[in-house]
């Protein structure tokens, strides 16, 4: 792929994420969705989201993700995706597979959308469910078949935390036994969600370590059978993620409300506004806003970052996770071991690795409306500073 | 005259792109590009114009046929075309239609 384009000159976006809606059926105690999203205002219509679809057609992005929330929950997602493929975007939807029928299944492979990639339903309550229970397996099982059905690569998400890590090789076996070609095991990022819960999610150096054991004995048993990718946890890691592979440089998300990010996650940041397509074009919030411009090139970035040679490959990690660990956005991602602020996150990880939880730690707190209520009450106002 | 070495197909088998693989003109990249789940390889020129025949009915010899028409003025290019075909085998891009 690109790399990432200079402050003066940004390259064309490559992705688009389309958050269609934050209505979800689940409660995932690891939801990247804002945790105040209750406060957002109204979805956008069909015709603002085809809007949408163009816009980010003629900036260049080629890969589209229908996301959310649980995208299913629009029924205008077939139009979309007729739009969609009309357009020449490759589309993905991203699901839980709760609400896909072989009705619209039919209509997404008439319409052309050209990949699924089914997630796990899982929160704690419902993956203790699934791991116990026969009825919601049949769902799943049911839903991989209809997939396979209408001729889609069967890929399956998993979020793993520290009250599922452990299972790492009954949800292998059962992915097999859904006949899934890709897994992904994708060990939670702690944002939004998984950052309120991240003291009951964060599993032990231990647990890490088997799991992946895990994997690769599972790997070698079955061959090019599955390809399962395990994604490490960047708590665990020493250097960051090239997040998002640099601000504002392929990505860009539209929000449910219409709101444009460059990450998921950006919304939390102090300072920036980031506009909505309800009153800009999208060729101006990618190119001229200033929240896309923000943090591209490395002019604003501090020390260690300014003066590390890294910085062309990790773009100093993620804006956001400066900002929740530190308070301040320019820092270092305090997941590399060069920021003087590493220890806020090797302390977390020591914590995780005790064999209790210490007394103390917040309930864990499901994602849902009442929840999403109280967290929206309990912190600032969301007027941006200009 | 190169003959396919590594390619797994016989040269007037019918060639298609692989599964969830999809080929397209891109105006913003300028070029011919391969679309597949979360991700793009770019082909510009030549890769372009061999990958566009690959539609799933065209063999080998067909591409490099028609190739040679399009391209009056070129020398052989059977070699050239052999070579892309593997590469693109070797990542996955392409194989045999059934027939």
Request: aromatic share 10%.
């Amino acid at each position: 792929m690109e790399t990432a384009g200079s402050a003066n000159k940004p390259g064309n976006p490559l992705w688009l994420l389309a958050e269609v809606t934050y209505k979800c059926p689940l409660h995932c105690v690891f939801c990247y969705n804002p945790v105040d999203y209750t406060r957002y205002g109204p979805e956008l219509d069909t015709q603002a989201w085809l809007r949408v679809l163009r816009e980010g057609r003629e900036l260049g992005a080629t890969q589209l993700g229908f996301s959310g929330g649980e995208p299913l929950m629009r029924d205008d997602l077939e139009e979309m995706v007729t739009e969609a493929r009309r357009l020449g975007y490759y589309s993905n939807l991203i699901t839980s597979g709760i609400g896909l029928t072989e009705k619209r299944i039919a209509a997404f492979k008439e319409g052309g959308l050209d990949h699924i990639q089914l997630s796990f339903q899982d929160s704690t309550r419902e993956m203790n469910d699934f791991l116990s229970s026969t009825k919601t397996f049949d769902l799943k099982k049911r839903t991989a078949e209809l997939i396979q059905k209408y001729d889609y690569p069967m890929v399956l998400n998993v979020v793993l935390h520290r009250h599922n890590i452990d299972h790492t090789q009954q949800i292998l076996e059962m992915a097999q036994q859904l006949g899934a070609e890709y897994v992904e095991l994708a060990n939670t990022q702690y944002y939004a969600w998984a950052f309120e819960n991240r003291d009951q999610l964060l599993p032990s150096r231990d647990q890490l370590m088997r799991a992946e054991e895990v994997t690769n004995r599972f790997r070698e048993r079955v061959g090019n059978a599955m390809k399962v990718y395990f994604v490490v946890p960047d708590y665990h890691a020493t250097r960051p993620k090239a997040c998002m592979n640099g601000w504002g440089s392929l990505f860009v998300t539209v929000t449910a409300d219409g709101v444009v990010l460059p990450c998921h996650e950006a919304r939390m940041l102090p300072g920036l506004t980031f506009p909505n397509v309800r009153d800009h074009p999208l060729r101006w919030i990618w190119y001229d806003s200033p929240g896309f411009n923000a943090y591209r090139g490395d002019g604003w970035m501090q020390e260690p970052c300014r003066s590390c040679p890294d910085k062309v490959k990790d773009f100093g990690g993620c804006r956001c996770q400066a900002f929740m660990l530190t308070g301040d956005a320019t820092n270092a991602d305090p997941v590399c071991e060069l920021s003087p602020h590493h220890h806020l996150v090797t302390e977390a990880v020591e914590r995780a690795d005790r064999p209790a939880l210490p007394a103390g730690v917040k309930p864990i707190v499901f994602r849902d409306d009442r929840n999403s209520r109280a967290l929206s009450a309990a912190s600032e106002p969301a007027t941006p500073v200009t | 005259m190169a003959q396919p070495k590594r390619l797994p197909f016989d040269h007037d088998a019918p060639i298609a792109l692989a599964k969830y693989y999809r080929f397209q003109w891109e105006p913003a990249q300028d070029c011919h590009v391969l679309l597949y789940p979360e991700g793009m390889v770019k082909l510009p020129g030549s890769a372009g114009e061999i990958m566009k025949r690959v539609d799933g009915s065209r063999s080998l010899d067909a591409i490099v046929a028609e190739l040679q028409a399009a391209f009056p003025g070129a020398p052989d290019l059977r070699a050239d075309v052999v070579d892309f075909l593997e590469v693109a085998h070797g990542n996955g891009w392409i194989r045999e239609q059934a027939r």
